[in-house]
């Protein structure tokens, strides 16, 4: 029997040509408006308890003195100002030491080598992770020694720090750098990498070389990595400063602010041991909420990468 391949191909042809299904032409759909009166104002001016409500610092402030009043109430309970003094007479043994200046010298003597410290520490860290962003071989020594040191606790390091530099100032400021170094230099390391693949090409494609290129576009991609870190190494180093001053006391003719609240345990001056630890408080909540605040406002929130 004899197969017309014409008519073959067209059938063949036919089997794989899409089909196209033409409809009429589209219905006209109509809606009515709604009433929009009952949604409310698309923008009015905020009352002025949401404008409390809104502001960062009176919520803070709120939640201080919560915290105050729980105080108070809690030590008035308990009747035992041995054990837990009220707020009221810790304040008055805070006040009476900073107007007579033994708080004060005890905070001058504790920040000077807390600022040595924590510098030494974020230059290191810098030198670190620029090493690890331009050689794979840097970025192995960074990962390794961070997972080393980054565990070993500050205070650990203190004897060795004794044996090395001898009881003063090098030895507080060597463990303020080792509780700084590791924090700062993995979270920048963690910025760097998280940086997009654009915003490379596009420094690269500018032409900029090394030094503009971490200036102008590494380091503000990595900007809230980065900051994060600052403020974890702050933490880190004032509380590790503190401890160590615990520890082994007077780095110098007066001791800090541990040793401020050393001496007063030791004489069983409870309101004193309160006074202390407020000041270390009042001065972290200043530096978190002062100096770490208005950088985060006039740079990652100012560029639109934090909200």
Do not use: C
Not at 248 to 268: I, K, M, P, Q
Not at 272 to 281: K, N
């Amino acid at each position: 029997m004899a197969i017309n391949e014409t008519a073959l191909g067209e059938a063949a042809r036919d089997l794989v040509k899409p089909r196209i299904h033409v409809s009429g032409p589209r219905p006209d759909l109509e809606f009515a408006l709604l009433d929009a009166s009952d949604i409310g104002d698309v923008q009015r001016r905020l009352s002025f308890p949401e404008r409390l409500a809104n502001n960062d610092a009176i919520r803070r402030a709120g939640i201080l003195l919560f915290l105050v009043i729980t105080w108070e109430i809690y030590a008035r309970w308990l009747d035992n100002s041995l054990l837990f003094p009220t707020f009221t007479l810790t304040l008055k043994t805070f006040v009476g030491d900073l107007l007579d200046g033994t708080l004060v010298d005890r905070t001058r003597t504790s920040l000077y080598p807390l600022v040595l410290g924590y510098a030494g520490g974020i230059l290191l860290a810098g030198l670190l992770t620029s090493i690890a962003i331009s050689s794979r071989i840097g970025a192995d020594i960074l990962n390794t020694l961070t997972a080393m040191f980054n565990p070993l606790p500050a205070i650990a390091v203190l004897p060795l720090a004794l044996i090395w530099f001898g009881l003063g100032t090098p030895s507080l400021v060597f463990v303020i750098i080792h509780s700084v170094l590791w924090a700062v230099a993995l979270s920048t390391l963690t910025g760097f990498r998280s940086v997009p693949e654009t915003l490379r090409l596009s420094g690269r494609n500018y032409g900029l070389r090394v030094a503009g290129y971490v200036a102008f576009v590494m380091i503000p991609a990595a900007f809230p990595a980065i900051l994060s870190g600052l403020k974890i190494g702050w933490a880190f180093a004032w509380r590790t400063l503190i401890a160590a001053e615990l520890v082994f006391g007077v780095s110098s003719r007066s001791g800090g602010l541990g040793w401020y609240v050393f001496e007063a345990r030791s004489e069983l001056d409870t309101p004193r041991v309160f006074a202390g630890l407020l000041t270390v408080i009042v001065i972290g909540l200043f530096v978190e909420s002062v100096i770490f605040k208005s950088i985060e406002t006039r740079t990652v929130q100012k560029w639109g990468m934090q909200r």
